[in-house]
């Protein structure tokens, strides 16, 4: 039989069909926006506590929220013009303990160390700020996480009312962070920065990589086809076989736009880059250019593709090492992959590339709800995030500095950002870019399959 979180390819039309077929429905027992992003323009992140003592209420509570969860198969059916509510949830490790008393001990699964300790234990390995430095709601135990998400904003708040007032009996919400998409003039997804987001991911489906060629994507030079067996589990508190679930990760990341275009523009000056050129600058640091565009294709048939490697670029002359999406996937075997399913927070009145000046690009209150699905937490996120964004050493030939747009240095520190410039691929002086990505909090979770969230207390 065929289970899910074993699958090292992409789900053909066969795999589907027998997939769907099958009596156990793990594709029903699964839930939704792993192996396919909810893709909807707003969302609701609930966090929350579960009030001591309640756990009778709350075990019910849990039944009744499973049959309301979007699944992986009602997900494949939808279409853009049906899709409706969507919604998900998300239990930490605190959760598990709450649900049933002999977590960890007597733990049937969820071995993951990095999940069992929390985010903020993950402190000392990620180089993250104090805990008490977080904002308040995540400063005390974060039980679970409720998301929900639509298309339609008012729809959205009646679903998180009807939500909070059906948990206020035996939860406390510690927090709930609104998501809300932003799109560029060719209504692609776009982060505060300005930078198109989101072109580069796993893809599940062999249907998605099929539209993918027919947009004049080359899957020989970059395939993104990858098997469910990167993001999935066995859910070891489900009594049914095949059902599977995902760790999970929430990063509430404020993102300091003003400064950040000031340091852009620093740079631009640096390199002696003008007019439109100055747009460069940014280029250099997050590897694409606002449209998209990947900056090591720029003097070929730049536009907005993820077909392309650094294969012709060895010394790092048109893309730097140290650029956002060089030094997080420079595209070598070997490097580990998460499944991104971020939305940016926060409203602004101009967008970064319409402001006349710095002045009216926010400060703060603003940013990229992260969020990443993977099969383990240490080798995947944190890897990225701490061997690779925050070691000013990766990779160790060209030590080109700590990633400029997410690195948090540590006791290496950031090294030193050198720049290529347009013309002479000369290596100008180093200008060092960090601490424009801050972050106010987060945690760790475990996506439960369905059947578990019946089955889960004793
Ligand atoms: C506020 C924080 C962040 C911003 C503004 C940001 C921005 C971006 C942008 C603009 C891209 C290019 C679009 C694309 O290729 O899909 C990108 C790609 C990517 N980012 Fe981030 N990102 C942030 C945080 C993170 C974090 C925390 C991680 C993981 C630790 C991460 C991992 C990646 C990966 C894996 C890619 C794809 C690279 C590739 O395959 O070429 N990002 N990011």
Known sequence: MLTLHTLA???????????????RQPLSALQGNILRGHGRFYAAHLLLHFQPDRRAAVTQWLRTLAAQLTTAQQQLEETRQSRGLFRAFFLSAHGYAY???????????????????????????LNDPLPQTWEPGYQQDIHAMLLLAADDPVALQHDTDLWCASLQLHTTVCAIEHGQA???????????????DGLSQPLFFQSDLARLKRRGEHLDIWNPGAGPQIALVPDPYARQEGACGSY?????LEQRVRAFKAMEQRLARVLQLTGEATER????????????????LQDTDGRRTNSFTYADDPDGQRCPWQAHIRKINPRQPGIPTIVRRGITYGTRSAESHEAASLSALPTDGVGLLFMCYQRA??????FLQAALANNPAFPSKQAPGIDPLIGQPGSQGVGWHRWPNAAGHTQQR????????RLKGGEYFFTPSLPSLHQIAP
């Not at 008393?101 to 929390?118: E, I, K, Q, V």
């Not at 799109?183 to 920065?193: L, S």
């Not at 999970?248 to 509430?252: A, P």
């Open 430 to 437: 180093p200008v060092n870019f960090y601490d424009f990505v």
């Open 182 to 196: 932003m799109r560029n003039a060719h209504g692609d997804r776009v982060e505060h920065f300005g930078y198109a």
């Open 281 to 296: 600058a940014g280029a250099l640091v997050v590897g694409r250019f606002e449209d998209g565009t990947p900056i090591v």
């Open 99 to 125: 649900l049933d008393s002999a977590f960890p001990r007597r733990n049937p699964g969820l071995h993951d160390p990095a999940f069992r300790a929390g985010m903020k234990a993950a402190r000392h390995r």
């Open 9 to 23: 390819r992409p789900i053909d039309d066969w795999t589907l069909e027998t997939l769907q077929r099958d009596p």
């Open 377 to 382: 937490i240490a080798p995947q996120f944190e």
């Open 248 to 252: 999970f990760v929430f990063r509430k």
